[in-house]
Protein backbone atom coordinates (compact mmCIF):
# COMPACT_ATOMS: atom_id res chain seq x y z
CA UNK A 1 0.00 0.00 0.00
CA UNK A 2 2.78 2.62 0.67
CA UNK A 3 4.13 1.87 -2.83
CA UNK A 4 0.59 3.37 -4.23
CA UNK A 5 1.91 6.88 -2.27
CA UNK A 6 5.26 6.30 -4.06
CA UNK A 7 7.10 5.85 -0.81
CA UNK A 8 9.66 3.12 -1.03
CA UNK A 9 9.93 -0.05 1.65
CA UNK A 10 13.83 1.92 2.32
CA UNK A 11 12.29 5.19 2.89
CA UNK A 12 9.85 3.64 5.25
CA UNK A 13 12.60 2.38 7.37
CA UNK A 14 14.71 5.18 7.30
CA UNK A 15 12.14 7.49 7.96
CA UNK A 16 10.82 5.22 11.40
CA UNK A 17 14.58 5.36 12.35
CA UNK A 18 14.97 8.83 12.15
CA UNK A 19 12.03 8.78 14.08
CA UNK A 20 13.52 6.80 17.18
CA UNK A 21 16.77 8.99 16.57
CA UNK A 22 17.79 11.31 19.63
CA UNK A 23 20.10 13.15 21.87
CA UNK A 24 20.54 11.46 25.10
CA UNK A 25 23.35 11.96 27.67
CA UNK A 26 26.22 9.27 28.19
CA UNK A 27 25.61 8.62 31.37
CA UNK A 28 22.26 6.81 30.48
CA UNK A 29 24.18 4.91 28.03
CA UNK A 30 27.27 2.68 29.93
CA UNK A 31 24.84 -0.20 30.77
CA UNK A 32 24.45 -0.41 26.96
CA UNK A 33 28.62 -0.03 26.88
CA UNK A 34 29.43 -2.15 29.75
CA UNK A 35 27.69 -5.02 27.75
CA UNK A 36 29.80 -4.44 24.70
CA UNK A 37 26.63 -2.52 22.81
CA UNK A 38 27.90 0.72 21.32
CA UNK A 39 29.22 1.93 18.32
CA UNK A 40 30.00 4.94 17.61
CA UNK A 41 30.19 6.23 13.99
CA UNK A 42 32.02 9.06 12.58
CA UNK A 43 30.62 12.47 11.71
CA UNK A 44 31.49 11.84 8.21
CA UNK A 45 29.22 9.03 8.34
CA UNK A 46 25.05 9.35 7.68
CA UNK A 47 24.01 8.14 11.43
CA UNK A 48 20.43 6.88 9.49
CA UNK A 49 22.28 5.40 7.07
CA UNK A 50 24.73 3.60 8.96
CA UNK A 51 21.43 2.39 11.17
CA UNK A 52 19.69 1.50 7.62
CA UNK A 53 22.54 -0.95 6.58
CA UNK A 54 22.98 -2.44 9.86
CA UNK A 55 19.17 -3.42 10.07
CA UNK A 56 19.48 -4.38 6.44
CA UNK A 57 22.37 -6.61 7.47
CA UNK A 58 24.69 -5.28 4.34
CA UNK A 59 28.01 -6.73 6.27
CA UNK A 60 30.50 -5.84 3.04
CA UNK A 61 29.35 -2.40 3.47
CA UNK A 62 29.67 -2.40 8.03
CA UNK A 63 32.99 -4.06 7.10
CA UNK A 64 33.97 -1.44 4.84
CA UNK A 65 33.40 0.81 7.33
CA UNK A 66 34.96 -0.77 9.91
CA UNK A 67 38.35 -1.31 8.17
CA UNK A 68 38.28 2.88 7.46
CA UNK A 69 37.41 3.39 11.42
CA UNK A 70 34.25 4.93 10.60
CA UNK A 71 32.68 2.64 12.85
CA UNK A 72 33.72 1.54 15.62
CA UNK A 73 33.39 0.58 19.64
CA UNK A 74 33.48 2.88 22.04
CA UNK A 75 36.48 2.48 23.56
CA UNK A 76 37.03 3.14 27.42
CA UNK A 77 39.11 6.70 27.08
CA UNK A 78 35.78 7.97 24.78
CA UNK A 79 33.63 6.62 26.91
CA UNK A 80 35.66 8.42 30.29
CA UNK A 81 36.15 11.36 27.94
CA UNK A 82 32.19 11.53 27.44
CA UNK A 83 31.05 10.80 31.06
CA UNK A 84 33.57 13.53 32.14
CA UNK A 85 32.21 16.28 29.66
CA UNK A 86 28.84 14.97 30.55
CA UNK A 87 28.48 14.35 26.51
CA UNK A 88 25.21 14.63 24.62
CA UNK A 89 25.12 12.37 21.76
CA UNK A 90 22.81 10.66 19.15
CA UNK A 91 22.22 7.72 19.11
CA UNK A 92 19.97 5.08 17.41
CA UNK A 93 19.25 1.83 18.27
CA UNK A 94 19.54 -1.02 15.75
CA UNK A 95 19.41 -4.07 18.19
CA UNK A 96 21.51 -5.14 20.32
CA UNK A 97 23.61 -1.83 19.44
CA UNK A 98 23.58 1.19 20.08
CA UNK A 99 24.37 3.53 17.48
CA UNK A 100 26.45 6.49 18.86
CA UNK A 101 27.75 9.98 16.99
CA UNK A 102 29.41 12.98 18.96
CA UNK A 103 28.12 16.10 17.21
CA UNK A 104 31.15 18.31 18.55
Do not use: H
Amino acid sequence: MSEDFGISQKELIRGKLNSETARIAWKELQRYFAGGYTLVIDQQLDLIEVAYQIQQDNSVQIEQWMQQNLISQVSNAQARRWFNDDAKLWACVVKPWVLLQDPD
